[in-house]
């Protein structure tokens, strides 16, 4: 349903509540559910004032490192625009930049392993050359090789596991500048713009991006949550 309010229409979501020790399955149970029913206000505005702020680990290098100055205000400032709703820790992930080069391994070797056997020349054609190179090199790498990726991304999974005992979340850039220019040199912007993607490819947890504001050229902004 929806109704008018002062920012425009505001929607509402049915939120069930059903009591523990009620049988899921049974009759009674579900008519229990139903009754216990109740339309909550979802307001994009809103939050309750009692509501417990998480604790963002905002690292104090590597993905800081080579961003602009616009991408690391608009990530950095983000709990002061949402106060109450997040606070800010400081993190240590400077061996971030020890993982790079495993993930690409490991990236390059699973995409080959994927399709190897459909990769003939003609499929080789329709893929962008650099695609298509990235691809072919995953099967020059060696077991040694996938085996010290592999150590790696333990490693790493373990030094972000432990982060969690005193946060919830952990921010950091998308890409170190906003959308740069299409230039020839596409390989080595590609490794660029991924620098700061690449470490959560190999750790043991899920990560989005979401737009954080404009650069002064008014370029979107985005940060990795």
Known sequence: GARGTRRGVLSWRVEVQVVPWLAPGAAWGRAAAALAGRLVPVDPWYYPAAICPLRGGIPSSFFFDSASADVAVAVESLPAVLPGLLTSVAIDLSHAAEVLEPAGTLINAHAYAQIADRLDESAQSQ???????????????????????EEVRAAWGTTISKLWANIDVILTPTTPTAAPLRTAEEEHLSIEVNRFTRPWIL????ALSFPVGMTTSGLPIGDQL
Do not use: H, M, N, Y
């Open 127 to 149: 893929l962008e050359p650099q695609v298509a190179a990235r691809i072919l090199a995953g099967k020059s790498f060696s077991t040694s090789d996938l085996k010290a990726a």
């Open 203 to 206: 750790a043991p947890t899920p």
